[in-house]
DNA sequence: TTTTGCCTGTTATTTGCTTAACAATGTGCT
DNA sequence: AGCACATTGTTAAGCAAATAACAGGCAAAA
């Protein structure tokens, strides 16, 4: 299993970037690009040349000498790579605003990535369709995160409720979760947990403003 | 102004933490709680107190052996150095479903970020409230941007406007971009910006759930 | 009063990732 | 053919951040 072995030793950062990579790329083939150059793509992703190159060192795909990358087969091996065969299976878990937009962004946007399920505790949103997709009970957790084989989980309820919830999945089978709650939550070894909270974000904007009108000011 | 110098030289990290830290602290306060410790504070926040401790030690603040730190002191070191005491004005550009799900929840979370105006191309939405704030048009960008002393832009348009959209952005003066958008966009040398694209991160998490499913296949 | 233990604050080490440097190679131009 | 050069692929250096290691000190227990 050499081939599997090396995905595991690949920084975090380039998986990041592979999936930004293969967006890019997509979209050129769409244009009719066959061929793409290292600093094409990193013009593209406003980083440098260099590291398009490391990262697809790192992954062990080779391009030809003057002619560059060829587009499809590079979609092909970061595929291969970052996507599953089977396709991932994902619920959104609270069906507020934000879980809602998501729902619509999501749907639809990665066949390998299908959204197949919400969960919340409102009544009325409890067996009502969005997008085509149901919303089910968060009591039937378990009960649907088995029958439909779902593994991701973005976790979009009220902070209050977020450690119990994420324990709810997590005792539902749930291999990952993206917790967009400001409130950090724990999860065991085994399952995977990506956190994003958009207030620091916005909180970290306005302090580099801040700073730099402190700077000019001086 | 040795006291601002040195906040130029915190780590980024440590800023999104400090923002964080603030939360958590200000929780407890409402609980009654008047010092805490630092392997308390990594409790909440996920983390080692080392690292706390080490933020702590950054800004200069020093708890008190056997008690920790005061909770309320803290506070307000912190806000002294993350928040701008005129408090800093926030926009909406692209009011759809993010744009709208952000508006309501950034709306009233921090006093020193108020939303203050939203933005969009659509006739239906311009001209109206939401949640007590106005919707422009994006052809009066930099008139209000300049009337309102808004400062801090949130992009969430259609992918295929964000570039346009920046540039607008950058020419009506606005000094801070949190791009939303998986689009990524350039901005000039004086403009902080901040990306964050929603698909990276969940095939990030697809990919190491199906990782590890592989590894235990083995 | 001495000792033990708990907590802070600081310095040193390690880790993970980015950037720089450069060797290798085939293409097109002269 | 031979040279100039754009472009790839790899190794080395540099940076930022996390972690480890540990010194210092006070409070309570013995
Ligand atoms: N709205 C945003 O733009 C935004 C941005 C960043 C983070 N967030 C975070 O996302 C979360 C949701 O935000 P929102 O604005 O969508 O809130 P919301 O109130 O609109 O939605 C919350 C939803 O969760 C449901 N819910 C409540 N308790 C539940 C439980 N125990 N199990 C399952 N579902 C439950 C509610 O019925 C509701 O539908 C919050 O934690 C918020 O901090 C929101
Ligand atoms: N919905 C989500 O959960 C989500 C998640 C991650 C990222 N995004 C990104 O955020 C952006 C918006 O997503 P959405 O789901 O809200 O889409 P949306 O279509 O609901 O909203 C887009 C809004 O932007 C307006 N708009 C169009 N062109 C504009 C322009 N030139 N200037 C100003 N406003 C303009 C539209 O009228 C609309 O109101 C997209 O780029 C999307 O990729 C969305």
């Known amino acids: 299993m050499k081939i599997k072995n090396y995905y595991k030793n690949l920084p975090h950062k380039t998986i990041e970037r592979l999936s930004q990579y293969r967006r890019a790329l997509m979209i050129c083939l769409d244009n009719g690009k066959t061929h793409i150059f290292s600093h094409e793509i990193a013009n593209i992703q406003h980083i440098t040349s260099v590291q398009v ?6 992954i062990g795909y080779s391009g030809t000498l003057r002619k560059g990358y060829n587009i499809q087969d590079l979609i092909e091996v970061i595929s291969h790579i970052i996507d599953d065969e089977e396709g991932i299976k994902v619920a959104v878990v609270g069906m507020g605003n934000l879980g ?3 729902m619509k962004y999501v749907r ?13 505790t409102n009544e009325e949103k409890i067996g009502k369709e969005y997008k085509g997709v149901t919303c089910y009970s968060i009591d039937d957790l378990e009960k649907v995160i088995d029958e439909l084989n779902i593994k991701l989980a973005i976790l979009t309820v009220p902070a209050k409720y977020s450690t ?4 709810k999945l997590v ?3 749930i291999k990952g979760i993206l917790n967009y709650t400001p409130k950090p939550i724990r999860v065991p070894e085994d399952v995977y947990l990506e956190e994003y909270d958009m207030i620091t974000t916005l909180e970290k904007v306005a302090f580099y403003i801040k700073m730099h009108q402190e700077k000019e000011g001086e």
Chains 1, 2 share one sequence.
């Open 108 to 120: 639809g946007k990665r066949h390998k990535l299908e959204v197949v399920a919400g969960f919340d």
């Open 53 to 58: 190159r490391r990262d697809l060192m790192l």
């Open 100 to 102: 809602r937009a998501l």
């Open 171 to 173: 005792d539902a089978g």
């Open 164 to 167: 119990e919830t994420a324990e």
